[in-house]
């Protein structure tokens, strides 16, 4: 299973905190696991996720560019941190 | 060398914290502490309530991380981080740094670059509520400048 999380103005757009997805050959990476949310989600979720200045972590370090997925990952999806 | 971060939705007493920072340490020659407020207004709103959103484990996690890199470069000897999450008002306390080293200047680069570090890696988000209604608090670029004045770091 890929536990799926969205923060703040994220998880407003989408009205989504949580995702619990079976996993599967669909989710090798993180890359496969925004185009299946997208696909399964429609139009609204691929431009709250498509955002040029979204985050994403995987297991709580924050990732850059695309990386592998393996049963048991908690990735999360948030806007640029404002904290202090 | 003792390093401890809380997150916490209660407010706290700064000397007390730094009272616990020191905890009968004989070598600090220094303590340089940082309190966070928040503010009235900001871009012109006009703030009532402010609400704190964090992701728990993550959020302590990368503080530590930058505590951890703050006492390997200066030499700390004690330093902790205390943020508070959920809802805060006008004048409130939302942040405590402190850090206590032998000397001054390690004392207050180590807390400046935990600040700026804070600010750019640990995942709170910031959302302000008042008359116009509410408004998520957008990062500021230069929150970004002030962390990168520090040089590339591993993380």
Redesign the interface.
């Known amino acids: 299973m890929i536990k799926v999380l969205f923060f703040a103005r994220i998880r407003e757009e989408l009205d989504c905190r949580q995702l619990d997805l079976p996993w599967g050959n669909d989710l090798v990476d993180l890359d496969a696991l925004s185009g299946r949310l997208c696909r399964e989600h429609g139009e609204h979720w691929e431009k709250v996720l498509g955002q040029q200045n979204i985050i994403r972590a995987v297991n709580q370090k924050v990732v850059t560019g695309n990386t592998a997925l393996a049963d048991g990952d908690e990735v999360a999806f948030f806007p640029p941190v404002t904290g202090g | 060398m003792s390093l401890s971060v809380k997150v916490q939705e209660a407010d706290f007493d700064p000397a007390e914290l730094q009272r616990s920072l020191l905890a009968g340490g004989q070598a600090e020659g220094a303590v340089v502490t940082f309190t966070?407020y928040v503010r009235a207004s900001n871009e012109q709103r006009t703030i009532e309530r402010m609400e704190?959103?964090?992701?728990p484990?993550?959020t302590e996690?990368?503080i530590l991380a930058i505590l951890q890199q703050a006492a390997e470069r200066w030499g700390v000897l004690a330093a902790s981080v205390v943020?508070r999450v959920g809802v805060l008002r006008t004048g409130d306390q939302?942040?405590w740094v402190g850090v206590a080293a032998a000397h001054r200047e390690a004392a207050f680069s180590a807390c400046e670059f935990t600040?700026d570090y804070?600010?750019?890696?640990?995942?709170?988000?910031?959302?302000e509520v008042g008359p116009q209604g509410d408004h998520?608090?957008?990062?500021r670029a230069q929150d970004t400048e002030r962390a990168q004045r520090w040089g590339r770091s591993s993380e």
Do not use: C, Q
């Not at chain 2, 704190?52 to 992701?55: G, S, T």
């Not at chain 2, 804070?118 to 959302?127: E, N, S, Y």
């Open positions: 966070g704190l959103e964090h992701y484990g993550m996690n990368s943020h939302i942040v600040m804070l600010k750019t890696r640990a995942p709170f988000w910031k959302k998520w608090v957008e990062h």
